[in-house]
């Protein structure tokens, strides 16, 4: 490639991703399908909550991609389950690159003890094992919830998934910035002995400034990469969680517990393939995609491999 | 000499770290409203449920209940479990751990065996159509969800073709089906981490030394590039196999299998505390060994990194 000494770093990152075609493709299909899930509601007249006679059908034209077993129309609960695996993929991330972003430049622009013994906290968070921690957490929230709205009737219908739905957001975002905030915090180490950190304390900037101004636009490079693989890494984890049965709630779906219905439906006589297959085909279609555009993210912002 | 010391050392801290984290994990699972005898028949009386409770020393302050613990601890009693009252959590334990740690081991060799080659591959071809398809293999392997992958590996093997059996623990045979399902997510990742570190190995000063120096291929790449190549692995193979070797809820509620993760996953929905307790001391204090085994490892391997 060759290098145009006049062109700005983020332009050159936008011609290193754009080398990367896979990169490319997969951020196009996040976008349709991104569209697609974010309109579908305002030209079909659907409900994908609504039930019917027509139980376990196979796709047709009515039907797309068929019924469940409670005779509702799979192809709008597959959009629907879309939404809410994504709006949950990246609401946790944000969460995880806010928390992780904070904690580990605060560590590490500090040091010293403040440094140490933030991030013994961090090392104590990662000997849990996570499944074990991100329930506690939800069933602990969700109880003082309980007991705090069912005295002003509040924890009923649409505001009871809701708040299932922040918590999931909590929940795992809760056990994802661990990673974020040691890569943050091994950047910002590196970063602060640089001379222009040096320059702008030697002009007077104080250290929220020189902190928020000067290092954390510095590490975004790092953190969006890593923000990246964290989206999918989420979805996985809810999806797993639906699986458990503490997922979004029912009628509400995700693409995870959307499998996991359709794989309960499993019997020795009939498999509802259709009930299985779509979802599936979606999430893991969606994962991959994420993933490839992490990849993209990370040749084209990742300074080690600008070469 | 230096080096032992220093690893008596490190042994040393692992203690505090330890009280710490069975602290939290104690106090977490306490904090979540709710018992675990919420679930009974219906209605125990009052005095049925203060006995219970003063029983397992529920009625007593948070702080009270840790001491308990971990006066139990020195004896070797984690307590009973609350669920399974005729059970010891000690016994579960000792019951399950084999199981889970033989899966665990096996899935660990067949991550490793699979994963490696594929990103040493990926890596010596890299930017080649083999590196593409390297690549998409291994990423596929992370974007399955093993709650998808154990059904269609037993709707093919065990229904349709009928080669393995459908479930349970026993012979060779039946391990095949859930090492597959447990071992493949993590030889996509094993394969990602070999090709990074290889890559970035390939590019190091050293090499082109080596180069230079006319060296063959296969000695660049097996005896110089592959030592450091793999250290981004060896750091994940810390928590990779702390994870592993406790089992795993999906494989083993599907295959039927005996191990702990089953009860890692129930005991926290059940909150079943003196269990959460036990399992998740056992999961930090592996974690916590392994980690401290990599480390040594690793200085071993790349003698740039000093033990600290």
């Not at chain 1, 910002?188 to 020189?210: D, K, N």
Request: with cysteine.
């Amino acid at each position: 490639m060759s290098t145009n000494p006049f062109l700005s770093p983020s332009r050159l990152a936008w011609r290193r991703f754009k080398k990367n075609r896979l990169a490319l493709l997969s951020a196009g299909y996040l976008l349709a399908l991104l569209f697609f899930i974010l309109l579908y509601p305002l030209f079909s007249r659907v409900n994908p909550n609504e039930l019917s006679d027509l139980l376990n059908s196979p796709p047709s034209l009515q039907h797309l991609f068929g019924t469940d077993d409670h005779g509702r129309d799979l192809f709008a609960r597959t959009l629907f389950g879309a939404r809410i695996s994504l709006l949950v993929g990246a609401v946790g991330a944000l969460l995880s690159l806010f928390i992780g972003v904070l904690w580990g430049a605060t560590a590490g622009y500090l040091g010293g003890r403040v440094d140490s013994v933030m991030m013994r906290f961090v090392d104590v968070l990662y000997c849990l094992p996570s499944i074990v921690f991100v329930i506690a957490l939800i069933t602990t929230l969700e109880g003082l919830a309980q007991g705090y709205f069912s005295s002003l009737k509040l924890l009923q219908g649409d505001s009871a998934h809701l708040i299932r739905l922040l918590f999931l957001f909590v929940g795992l975002g809760a056990i994802s910035w661990l990673t974020m905030a040691r890569i943050v915090r091994g950047q910002v180490l590196s970063l602060r002995q640089m001379p222009f950190v040096e320059a702008a304390r030697v002009l007077g900037a104080g250290p929220l400034r020189i902190l928020f101004r000067h290092i954390i636009p510095n590490v975004a490079g790092v953190a969006i990469v890593y923000l990246a693989l964290t989206i999918p890494a989420i979805i996985l984890n809810e999806s797993f969680l639906s699986y458990l049965g503490i997922g979004v709630q029912p009628p509400q779906a995700s693409l995870g517990s959307l499998i996991a219905g359709g794989a309960g439906q499993i019997n020795p006589l009939r498999i509802y393939w259709w009930s299985i297959l779509f979802p599936t085909a979606l999430l893991v279609t969606v994962l991959l995609s994420l993933n490839f555009l992490a990849d993209g993210l990370r040749d084209a912002l990742d300074p080690r491999d600008a070469k | 000499m230096e080096r032992l010391t220093h690893i008596g050392k490190r042994i040393f801290f692992l203690i505090p770290l330890v009280l710490v984290i069975s602290f939290l994990a104690f106090s977490l699972i306490r904090i979540a409203p709710g018992g675990p005898f919420d679930s009974e028949r219906k209605p125990a009386s009052p005095e049925i449920e203060r006995n219970l409770a003063a029983r397992y020393h529920l009625d007593k302050p948070l702080w009270k209940q840790y001491l308990y613990f971990l006066q139990g601890i020195t004896q070797g009693d984690l307590g009973a479990s609350l669920k399974y009252r005729n059970h010891t959590v000690t016994d579960i334990i000792k019951q399950g751990i084999p199981v889970s740690m033989l899966l665990g081991l096996l899935s660990f060799g067949l991550a490793l065996g699979l994963g490696i080659p594929l990103g040493f591959i990926a890596a010596i071809r890299k930017g080649s159509w083999l590196d593409y398809s390297a690549t998409l293999l291994a990423l596929s392997a992370i974007c399955v969800p093993g709650f998808i992958l154990a059904p269609l590996l037993i709707l093919l093997f065990s229904i349709h073709w009928q080669i393995f059996p459908v479930a349970l623990w026993g012979s060779p045979l039946h391990a095949v089906l859930p090492v597959v399902s447990l071992g493949v997510y993590f030889a996509g990742r094993v394969a990602r981490l070999t090709r990074e570190g290889m890559i970035t190995a390939l590019q190091s000063d050293f090499i082109i030394t080596a180069r230079a120096k006319g060296l063959s291929d296969f000695s660049i790449y097996f005896k110089h590039a592959l030592r450091l190549g793999i250290l981004p692995l060896l750091s994940y193979s810390g928590p990779l196999l702390a994870d592993l070797l406790t089992g795993s809820f999906i494989v083993e509620n599907i295959f039927q299998i005996p191990g702990i993760g089953v009860f890692m996953v129930n005991s926290s929905l059940n909150r079943d505390y003196t269990m959460v307790v036990g399992l998740t001391l056992v999961y930090s204090v592996l974690l916590l060994i392994l980690n401290l085994l990599v480390d040594i490892l690793y200085s071993y391997l790349d003698p740039r990194i000093k033990l600290q």
